[in-house]
């Protein structure tokens, strides 16, 4: 019902910038929290920014001041701007929205971008 394209990621030096985007399609009315989640290889998936439908966000503590999450409610899309790369920012980084009632975790995913970061 809900279909998630993620696109921007790739290569980058440790300090550099990258901009992921995410396009939601489908019945995206269910959709309230959208996020994105990363996960490296041998570690568990986590969080690393999500936004309400009203602009709210959140942020893993390990990104703060250095990510920016982003939505536009008209185009269906949430971007993620990540300034200041560090090479434990590489992995594989997942499209996540959910509705209003679903556990974090649940929802809809898209096929994830890598990012790598190394010099």
């Known amino acids: 019902q809900v279909q998630l394209v993620e696109s921007g990621g790739g290569l980058v030096q440790p300090g550099g910038s990258l901009r992921l985007s995410c396009a939601a399609s489908?019945?995206?009315?269910?959709?309230?929290?959208m996020g994105w989640y990363r996960q490296a290889p041998g570690k568990q998936r986590e969080m690393v920014a999500d936004i309400t439908r009203g602009g709210v966000t959140k942020y893993a503590d390990s990104v703060k001041g250095r990510f920016t999450i982003s939505r536009d409610n008209a185009k269906n899309m949430v971007d993620l701007q990540m300034n200041s790369l560090k090479p434990e920012d590489t992995a594989v980084y997942y499209c996540n929205g959910r509705g209003a009632f679903q556990a974090v975790g649940s929802g809809f995913w898209g096929q994830g971008t890598q990012v790598t970061v190394s010099s």
């Open positions: 489908g019945s995206i009315f269910s959709i309230y929290y």
